[in-house]
């Protein structure tokens, strides 16, 4: 039975002394075999000095730039396909009579069928491998999202949702597991980073592409919102068959990495798997229960508040704010926060896997982001209120790579699979209150800034429970050199 444990909840908010020698000190000759390596390591400073052996690092650099850029594309289109329906809610409206409340509701059910189906697509991917599994979501998810072209009514609009919830579980969860399959944890968190870069350039492409397809209303007959879900929908499908030739499931089956790159990689991943075992052991069905694993669900439940409350309202607020209609000006100008969460997330990852210092930035940048979103709540000035959306997307984009660290820094093997499912999973239903909460409190109060300051709430109490994972870091290294520590 494959087992998890965990060295920490976070890294050590500065670099060990041991880490930092291996970055500048000559390297001595290590043991290429896997099991060897793994055997030979029982610190994790030992496990993660092992991170920088030239090997390694010539491994890791080519699987950035071999599986990366498609995970990303795929990130991309995913992200478009689930939030696109923000730029068809006036047109749904018309067509297929959803109110403000239908739309709302419709939106969130996405998550429900996500979440259900979040841990069970997880546990077959790390059976199957990546390749076909990711395949199957994207194509399943594709034509589910090109369904929508036909959408009549408010019911076949929840059934829609509901399913293409279901068709693309599995697919971020996938994704950070996969990535721990390539990438030892100090430099996972740039990777992650990278990866995490399809979210704004989603929007910073999706926005424009969303907003041009609805300028096609009226071509063979089509309305410009069917137009949109269609092609969009293609794409996926296109990419899923790709998906089959383009990932590899594990380094052992690389052969685009030397046998030297090969072994060295699988061997400091073993390793850092055997620095978990050394606090605690847990079974996949008992990460689904471990209350370390459902807090970390509740710190992503508090992101994904953030990012899908103003996800799916961000081109009714931009076009509120400019006084346009949504079309593809608005399109252009919904890209702009994104656009600054892209460039900043760049340097935002990479500065926290140098200095260890997950927990510090992670709190730091939902703090921000919870700024921008109660700061845009009250601005009126377009220049400004952009400002104030800017800054609430850089928060968030650039929190959430850096958070993944933590939780994957705990858990491994088939647990691992289970419960970066489960955290997504149930973090993932902050896209089902977002909504609905903020349309709740707009109703309640007569006021959009209403729904707006209690979004803001969200990541201002996320930052808080990052920032007590400090706890788990101290138990876990008291474990580790206690009496009993090997």
Request: a positive charge; charged letters at 15%.
């Amino acid at each position: 039975m494959t087992t998890t444990s965990s060295p920490s909840g976070n890294g050590p908010e500065q670099p060990s002394t041991a880490t930092t020698d291996a970055r500048s000190a000559p390297r001595a000759a290590r043991p290429a075999h896997p099991e060897h390596t793994a055997r030979s390591v029982r610190t994790v400073d030992e496990a993660e000095e092992l991170a920088f052996s030239p090997e390694v690092a010539s491994a890791t650099r080519k699987a950035r730039w071999r599986l990366l850029p498609f995970l990303m594309l795929m990130f991309v289109i995913a992200f478009i396909d689930r939030s696109n329906i923000g730029f068809a809610e006036e047109s749904l409206e018309v067509h297929a009579g959803l109110g403000a409340a239908a739309y709302a509701f419709g939106a969130g059910l996405f998550f429900i069928g996500y979440a259900v189906f979040e841990v069970p697509s997880n546990l077959i991917m790390h059976r199957v491998g990546a390749r076909w599994w990711m395949a199957r979501i994207m194509v399943s998810w594709g034509v589910v999202a090109g369904l929508f072209m036909f959408t009549t009514g408010p019911v076949m609009f929840y059934v829609l949702r509901f399913l293409l919830g279901v068709a693309e579980a599995g697919f971020f969860p996938g994704v950070i597991l996969y990535l721990t399959y390539w990438f030892p944890r100090r430099t996972r968190g740039q990777a992650t980073a990278l990866f995490y870069l399809g979210l704004p350039i989603a929007n910073v492409v999706g926005g424009p592409l969303s907003g041009g397809l609805l300028e096609l209303d009226g071509v063979l007959g089509l309305h410009g919102f069917q137009w949109m879900f269609l092609l969009e929908g293609l794409l996926a499908v296109i990419v899923g068959v790709v998906a089959v030739f383009a990932l590899t499931d594990r380094p052992a089956r690389a052969r685009w990495l030397t046998a030297g790159e090969r072994d060295a990689l699988e061997g400091v991943l073993a390793a850092e798997a055997q620095t978990k075992e050394q606090v605690a052991k847990l079974s996949w069905w008992r990460a689904l229960l471990n209350p370390r694993v459902l807090y970390f669900a509740l710190i992503y439940l508090t992101i994904q508040v953030a990012v899908y409350g103003l996800t799916f309202f961000l081109p009714a607020q931009v076009a509120s704010i400019t006084g346009r209609e949504v079309g593809f000006l608005v399109g252009l100008l919904v890209a702009i926060p994104w656009l600054c969460a892209l460039v900043v997330n760049l340097f935002v990852g990479r500065w926290a896997d140098r200095r260890a210092a997950y927990r510090s930035t992670a709190t730091l940048m939902l703090a921000l982001s919870g700024v921008g979103l109660a700061a845009s709540a009250f601005l009126s000035q377009p220049v400004l209120a952009m400002a104030a959306l800017c800054l609430a997307a850089i928060g968030f984009v650039s929190a959430q790579p850096i958070f993944w660290n933590i939780p994957t820094g705990y858990l491994s093997g088939a647990a691992m699979a289970a419960g970066v499912g489960l955290i997504n999973g149930l973090g993932n239903l902050g896209g089902f209150i977002a909504p609905n909460l903020r349309s709740w409190m707009v109703t309640a109060f007569d006021s959009e800034a209403a729904g707006l300051v209690m979004l803001a709430i969200a990541p201002f109490v996320g930052a808080l429970l990052v920032a007590g994972t400090a706890l788990f870091e101290r138990r876990d290294r008291a474990v580790r050199t206690g009496p009993g520590a090997a």
